[in-house]
């Protein structure tokens, strides 16, 4: 928000925090878009075989519950610059809030870089 280009609007989002509360029940659209770079280059005949990243948008933190959204994309070996989106719909009551979280097994450590976004939208209760 604080910089040209970007916005906000709205009570729910804590960017402290990083959760979106929703302000009153009803059905959500969320979308997050996450550049992420891997913070150690991969050594050269190292492969990705395995490797992926899973991106969700869990309600109350509780990714494992049928209250999510997720992706799931393979490493390419061509790049340590990748970017990945999760969108979808659910049905939010007051109060309760929504995280973005990435599980990572690329085997090391990522980077979530500037230019990833998020949105939670009412579309109607």
Request: charged residues 20%; positive net charge; glycine residues 12%.
């Amino acid at each position: 928000p604080e910089r040209e280009g970007r916005f906000h609007r709205g009570p729910g989002l804590n960017l402290t925090s990083g959760q979106y509360t929703a302000p009153i029940a009803g059905y959500y659209a969320f979308t997050a878009t996450l550049r992420i770079a891997l913070r150690e280059p991969r050594r050269k005949g190292r492969g990705c075989r395995g490797s992926r990243l899973r991106v969700l948008i869990c309600l109350q933190s509780r990714c494992q519950h049928n209250s999510n959204l997720e992706t799931v994309s393979r490493l390419e070996s061509s790049g340590d610059l990748f970017t990945i989106s999760v969108t979808g719909t659910l049905y939010v009551q007051a109060g309760q809030y929504a995280s973005v979280f990435v599980d990572n097994t690329a085997g090391s450590p990522l980077t979530v870089q500037s230019g990833s976004d998020f949105s939670a939208i009412l579309l109607g209760v």
